[in-house]
């Protein structure tokens, strides 16, 4: 690992001279993607919903001598976006790289149990399948796959004519295999893989390359109720979860970095479309037994 100012890259495309949007660009996930993309001499547009949190990301990458642009932006709001887009057209220029970040789960789509109970679906205060109103199950859904295609629609436009760009999504481990609990997430998810592939054929002979990233288990604010107590302690599901992972941990946003590159660097990875890679420490190769 060599590092590059306070960033640790595995490898270090040069993407001098390209504009890369990132959405949910304040995240745990991608905010590590936009300040390795900087490092690598991109100019990075974060879109965030806050623009507070936009701004001092922009900060933090500019003081490591580098450009950046945090911006609002709803994925949900199509004029939103095109905002987006007209500032960062005017700052930086068309986009060559989008990363459709934005993403997340809501207790409004979360069941309480993993499995249905006859005796206790209809007791006041538990939450069961029934329980989840078509609003929450369409807020997390949307947010996941129609701000994926949203966001594709108003900066892939600028991708039109220009060989060599790339889109780049981010699944889940629950397109493969959904989890329990948490059924718009997995369903959406499984909807962002899916699209990759049809937007990779799609766009094949327009030179657009689009791949997706599949992280498995990391802990960030979004789903922190599902994996620690109150008082710092891992729930059940975590020790599930840890059990289930072959390397016994969970992952770290820097350990998604190399695969991240690999499939935006041109000179790496030009041959290499409409796949959705796993970043999951053995989850999807263990059976459990």
């Known amino acids: 690992m060599r590092e590059d100012g306070n960033m640790k890259l595995p490898f270090k495309p040069d993407f001098r001279g390209k504009v890369a949007v990132i959405t949910g660009g304040t995240g745990v996930l991608c905010s ?50 095109e905002a987006a887009h007209g500032l960062v057209l005017e700052r930086f220029g068309k986009c060559d790289i989008l990363i459709n970040g934005a993403g997340g789960n809501s207790p409004e789509a979360t069941t309480d149990a993993e499995f249905f109970d006859a005796e206790k679906f209809d007791l006041p ?4 399948f029934f ?103 891992p729930t059940p599901r975590t020790q599930k979860i840890l059990n289930h992972t072959p390397l016994g941990r969970f992952g770290e946003p820097e350990e998604l970095v190399g695969t991240m590159l690999w499939l935006l660097d041109n000179e790496s990875s030009r041959f290499v479309t409409g796949i959705i890679v796993p970043v999951d420490g053995g989850f999807s190769a263990y059976s459990g037994v």
């Open 32 to 81: 590590v993607f936009a300040k390795a993309l900087a490092a690598c001499g991109a100019k990075v547009a974060i879109l965030g919903r806050s623009e507070e949190k936009a701004k001092k990301l922009e900060a933090e990458i500019k003081a490591e001598g580098f450009e950046a642009l945090g911006l609002s932006a709803n994925v949900l709001d199509k004029e939103s976006l």
């Open 125 to 128: 205060g538990h939450k069961s």
């Open 131 to 233: 329980d989840i109103t078509q609003e929450g199950f369409e807020n997390v859904f949307g947010l996941n796959m129609t701000g994926t295609v949203l966001a594709t629609q108003v900066f892939a436009r600028d991708m039109i004519g220009r060989p060599g760009s790339v889109i780049l999504n981010v699944s889940s481990m629950n397109a493969f295999t959904p989890l329990t609990k948490i059924p718009a997430y997995s369903a959406a998810k499984a909807a962002v893989s899916n699209f990759t592939r049809w937007l990779a054929v799609h766009f094949a002979k327009a030179g657009i390359r689009v791949n997706a990233i599949a992280p498995g288990f990391f802990s960030t604010a979004q789903n922190a109720a599902l994996l620690w107590n109150p008082d710092g302690t």
